[in-house]
Each structure stands twice: as structure tokens, then as C-alpha cells.
């Protein structure tokens, strides 16, 4: 591959993992609404509300994390 065309296929997969992103974002979303109209329904208490928005929140981070890694090793092997 050309220096150029490397250049490209970067800027295409961190286009890409911004996607990732934002749908691991919106289904953050979605899910933090739900875990609340259950609390409001009375179905989950505050404390487990905040339990499961901790939860959630870790599993987002791993998968954020997973990501990068996932990004970074294809950005090392379009690099060489």
C-alpha cells in the first residue's frame, strides 16, 4: 500500500470506531431510560437504580476499551 492510501484506510476505521462509539453511546442511552421508567414504576428501588447504572457503566467502559485495542492493533497493521 501507498503511504496515501494507508493515510486513508486510518481516517476510515477511526470513522469507523467513532460509529462504534456513538451506538455504544446511544445504547447506553436507551438502556439508562429503562433501568429509570422501571424505577418509576416502582419495579427497582434507588439503591439498585444506581447499582445498575454502575454496572451498565463499567460494561461501556470494557467495551470502549475493547474498541481502541481493536482500533489501535488494525491502525498498527496498516501502518507496516
Known sequence: ???????????????KLEDARTTVRQAREECWKEIQDQEKEGLLSEDDKFRLKEEMQKKIDAMNAELEKIFEKKEEEMQS
Open 1 to 15: 500500500l501507498t503511504g496515501e492510501r494507508r493515510e486513508q484506510m486510518i481516517k476510515l476505521a477511526k470513522g
